[in-house]
């Protein structure tokens, strides 16, 4: 059964980077039809869809976000990585690494269990 | 962005009950909308993809239905494990989009 797990520093301050990694474990990151992603939930913007990426490079961004996030996939550890610069208060959330199925049809699953990340001075 | 919007926001029910929660998309979206079920402290799980094909595993009390932009989602005869939030969230076109959630509540 394919489990993810997020880790990183559950603070981090205004402006600076957040980074996050996700461990894949019981299956590979390289089955093809999977992107590899994030989504991050708060009370005030519920369950917000950041972005993925293939194992082969390709990836797909929240718009809102595009210009400050980056996830790469990394096949010898068989693990991925979020990126989001330049962060604010208002980015403190539930950040959730996800495994993004899209194929005939598209969606989330499974989830990790998700690391609150606190964005304060 | 598509906007999902779900109803009711907050549902109290009985063990027991069957219950129907509606998630309605601001443009067509076909059959690409998919059901989630978060229950307190735990991430979301995926119930139900392609607005009626139930995950593996997952109970088939657990039904949902429609196309285009009004979809369904209902729970048969409600366990005490279904107390939960549940979300609609469309795969249609980026970004994806969630709805705010519908809590069942006892």
Redo the contacts between chains.
Sequence with gaps: QLQLQESGPGSVKPSETLSLTCSVSGGPITANNYHWGWIRQSPER????IGGSHYRGGT?Y???LESRVTVTVDTSRNQFSLQLTSVSVAETAIY?CVRHFRGF??????????ILVTVSS | DIQMTQSPSTLSASLGDRVTITCRASQYINNFLNWYQQRPGEAPKLLIYAASTLQSEVPSRFSASGSGTDFTFTINSLQPEDFATYFCQQSFNSPRTFGQGTRVEI
Aim: glycine share 22%.
């Design positions: 519920g369950l917000e869809w797909g929240n718009p809102s959730y049809t598209d969606y989330f699953d499974p989830w990790g269990q998700g």
